[in-house]
């Protein structure tokens, strides 16, 4: 994955190349934030909170914004990435951080390898292992590939498009309440207990590895520099309304499903929205939904993963590929072998919560050292708007940190 495009500084001109980077980071950070945990806390949250529910959705695509927004363009004025600014900020901090997120990302990355061997079953029929394994030896096969960032974006677009058609048809036939969604969009039943699905949101979107997805891609094809704030800013702004459009559709094709009376299926809610919709073809059509959920997260995971590792030590710098396909390796063996370790989930969730205040902490401070983005200048709306994300995300930590004390018996 080797691919380099160092422009011009005054270059302001969109190529063919940045076009696709466009497309490709904007995708790459999406289908991150949409794997099989983005399905089913959607389903559940909409048949506990019906159409005020979208409320949550609006308000956390909101913060969202803010806080990829910020580090998006931070990094790309540096021209380093996340783990590389903390270390400007606090020397030592950003391989903590790169650790975590390592953690973090492996133990995800085993429920999506899973999660991707259930959707090939539920359209194949084949076992759920052989479906894992088939996964793994795809997402290798990208990154081995000469053209391996190239494949990765136009896979990721593919996988996000093919989501968003498939769930948008299953809405159209639920034939949701749009008026009564639209009404609750502003004007939610009971907002403060819409907190906690606010948070959740929040951090499955831009928690974690997964905002720095798309930045670090961007850093990795050579684009850096002010002159490109435009497209940061296109691209940061891009990938969450992608996320934020496929929510909204599922939201409603759940509310479509909720309230006609019916009650999901707890072992699998969003499985049986689409049986609901569509009869049994429906189980096989989700399936399809699930496998390019969990592909694409496979996919994203492993190589943000990899490009916060590679910085720790010279020998693996240019050792993307290696790091990638080990991960994915690990990840489909622990799964095969040992199975899901919830437990082991379970803890890398609550580090996820842990990590997003920490890093866009970090990125806030460092936009106004001139040490680290020299004459740069950081408009005041968005450090507000990343300080009021860095609160919320707190918050986040919060509820992930009485996990643990449940997890461990305290």
């Known amino acids: 994955m080797g691919e380099k495009q160092i422009p011009k500084e005054n270059d302001a001109k969109f190529t063919k190349n940045h076009r696709r980077l466009l497309l490709g980071s904007v995708f790459l950070m999406a289908t991150s934030a949409i794997g099989p945990a983005f399905l089913t806390q959607t389903a559940v949250f ?19 914004i803010g806080a990829q927004i910020n580090i998006w363009r931070v990094l790309v004025v540096t021209g380093k ?5 903390a270390n400007d900020v606090v020397k030592g901090l950003g391989t903590v951080i790169s650790v975590l997120i390592a953690i973090g990302g492996l133990a995800f990355n085993i429920g999506n390898i899973a999660g991707a061997g259930l959707g090939l079953q539920a359209i194949f029929g084949i076992d759920v292992k052989i479906g894992a394994a088939i996964t793994a030896i795809l997402s290798i096969a990208i990154f081995m590939s000469k053209s391996g960032q190239k494949i990765m974006d136009v896979v990721t677009m593919f996988l996000g498009i093919l989501m968003i058609v498939v769930i948008a048809f299953v809405m159209v036939k639920a034939q949701p309440p749009y008026l009564e969604a639209a009404q609750h969009l502003v004007l939610p039943e009971k907002p403060l207990a819409l907190v906690l699905p606010i948070i959740t949101l929040v951090g ?17 094809s050579g684009i850096e520099g ?6 940061v800013n296109k691209a940061a702004v891009s990938g969450i309304l992608t996320t934020g ?3 909204a559709l599922l939201f409603l094709a759940v509310l ?5 009376g019916a009650a999901l299926n707890a072992d699998n809610p969003p499985a049986s929205v689409f049986e609901h919709v569509l009869g049994p073809i429906g189980r096989n059509i989700f399936g399809i939904v699930l496998f390019a959920a969990a592909m694409s997260s496979v996919i994203g995971s ?4 990899a490009t916060f590792l590679k910085t720790m030590t010279k020998s693996l710098n240019n050792r993307t590929n290696l790091i990638v396909i080990a991960f994915i390796v690990i990840s489909t063996l622990v799964f095969l072998f040992i199975g899901k370790p919830v437990t082991l989930l379970i803890v890398a969730g609550a580090l996820n919560g842990l990590i997003l205040p920490v890093t866009l902490g970090t990125i806030l401070i460092a936009s106004k050292r001139r040490s680290i983005v020299g004459d740069y200048k950081h408009p005041t709306w968005m450090l507000v708007a990343g300080i009021i994300a860095v609160i919320i995300t707190i918050f986040t930590g919060v509820f992930s940190l009485q996990e643990l004390g449940q997890l461990f018996g305290k």
């Open 46 to 64: 909409t048949e506990q909170f019906a159409s005020s529910f979208a409320f949550a959705i609006l308000l956390s695509i909101l913060i969202d």
């Open 81 to 85: 990435r996340g783990q590389e600014v």
């Open 204 to 220: 499955g979107t831009v928690g974690g590895y997964i905002t720095f997805a798309g930045a670090h891609r961007i850093l990795d």
């Open 226 to 231: 002010k002159s490109f704030l435009p497209f």
């Open 245 to 247: 459009v496929l929510r």
């Open 256 to 260: 479509g499903v909720v309230t006609t």
């Open 302 to 305: 492993a190589y943000t993963s």
